[in-house]
């Protein structure tokens, strides 16, 4: 089919694999041409083989992605590298040259104008000059704790804050999201991990600062805190056991303050063990909003879909660097 | 200040007051510039005398469209005159000539394509000839039943079918709404009333083909009925006194098809004496969805904040005929 989307695969790690499988999944919709990773156990295999598919798909996994975006010219590229804006923005310059929009994965791309200004200008400057948009999107930042919360708050007359609530039951998750929460260590360890600065989820600061940027509102001071949650009861997943008075995760709370007034709460609880698992978007508001995903938005299929659903909206925005704000409405893209 | 959005409020119906009444109350946000109405009664009068407030605004209400949009030039018009298209899609055509975006509370403007196919292209060519955009929304069509239900797939990998239900307790709302729904009626007169075919919802079919767009689907069949909700039991409302057996409001619900496979279905009662008013939308998809606002979205004020909240998309859209799934995220404006 001629108006299928034309998508290459930029970086196979664990969401990359997941991205891969889903594209496969809506031939009608989107054709794979390409996939780009440095994984030497992957490079110059066909995607049938890393996906373990009965077949290959004629598909090669490479290292150069000058070469695969050169020899494909894709429509957009679904890009799944690195949590990190420093260590690869050049990745998203090179995609932009050669007329690629892209949609990333990459957690400081959902908001980087506050921590990374300047990569911010260069990658909006590249991008209207070669006509294409580039979005960094995701269930968190991207959709639950951001974007979600500006929606809700679409039908209000007058906003005076806004509380997001997340809680995840990592039980119910794939192992490395329940050894990224630190489920099953002790206090001791999980206080070493948070002292290093890389434990944690990474994106309560964006999404703060994409809601006070839609909403208007400056915000003049970000209080950010992560606590272990330590579990009351022993529970068991099919990867792991936690020990009553281990760690279950992680509290990651956040606060958005203009002045002493706080406007913007995120509280984010992944646990093993969680009982209530939601999403939950309280507007102080008229007229009043409560909003609330039943059983919460479950992360790893769900981020997956947020970077697919994105790849008409990338293609029809206008060019220039941008956040889920800024982009026509999300929908579920290629269902049918 | 310089950065205010200079509005004109075309139409001082009951909606239009609401929404001169907000617009008043973001003057750091919002300049008023104009009104336009052809109601004797209100012509020629200061709006501060019209809205009650103890101070004249120095805004007199015109019957002269074309005068108030030369003399004005307003950046963006709300649009309160009617709830079909046909009657008065010139008053839209007439701002975008005038070089005014438009946001319009008609409700089959919210999603015109299907129902008024050449008028839609006569808009979309005025509009991009103007480097304008046209929307019309609200919350229902425009939010509740539609762009929400839109947004809560943006997770998902794949969906079957959307439902939602919208429950409102029409006893807390507006005695129009009262009488609108046909609270305290006969069924006999409810029967009569629906027999015009000028009863009831508008919008549920505007809020299918818009669901459907936006998901790539293809509607072969739309089902729509319209039942009393008939009172269990006495009720009594600030305006009106609802019997048992007498009519309490409306059930009008509507279903799309592709064949025989049911893929939309759109559930809405307003009727006195509700128990569980909410929004809901549950979808059966992958990860599944169920997104619930509690309380249900107050129509009476979230009408009048959905138009003006829409007043810095339109602006910032590219030009033409938009609908809600078309612009970039709704939030709330003005709140600060």
Known sequence: ???????????????????????????????LVGVID??????????????GLPEKTGIIVSADANA?????????????????????YDQLILCASHGANVVSSTEELAY????????????????????????????NPGY??????LMATGVCNSVKSITVNREVNAGLRRLPLQQKVGAGITETLFAEKKATGMFGHIG???????IADGMGW?????????????????????????????????????YGYDGEELL??????????????????????????????????????????????????VMESAPGLKTAKDIPLLRAFGTR
């Open 68 to 88: 695969v975006l050169s020899a494909t010219k894709p429509d957009v590229v679904l890009h799944t590298t690195s949590s990190f804006l420093a260590r690869m």
């Open 264 to 313: 913007i709460t995120l509280d984010l609880k992944m646990f093993v063990g969680a009982e209530n698992p939601r999403d939950e978007v309280v507007a102080e508001s008229d007229p009043p909003m409560n909003l609330l995903v039943k059983g919460g938005i479950f992360g790893d299929t769900a981020t997956v879909a947020t970077l697919i659903n994105n790849i008409p909206l």
């Open 204 to 210: 309560l600061v964006e999404s703060i600062r994409m």
């Open 218 to 254: 400056t915000i003049t001071r970000i209080e950010e805190q992560l606590d272990p949650v330590v579990s009351k009861k022993q529970v068991v997943t099919p990867y792991l056991t936690v020990e009553k008075g281990q760690v279950a995760g992680i509290h990651h709370h956040a």
């Open 38 to 51: 440095i994984d030497p156990l992957k490079v110059g295999k066909d995607v049938g083989d890393i996906l």
């Open 144 to 149: 639950a704790m951001d974007a979600l919360a």
């Open 112 to 139: 980087p104008y506050h921590r990374h200004p300047s990569i911010s200008v260069e990658l909006d400057r590249v991008a209207k000059e070669n006509g294409v948009t580039l979005l960094g999107t995701g269930v």
């Open 1 to 31: 089919m001629s108006d299928r989307v034309r998508v290459v695969q930029f970086g196979a790690g664990p969401i990359g694999i997941s991205c891969l499988k889903t594209v496969l999944s809506k031939p009608s919709h989107i054709e």
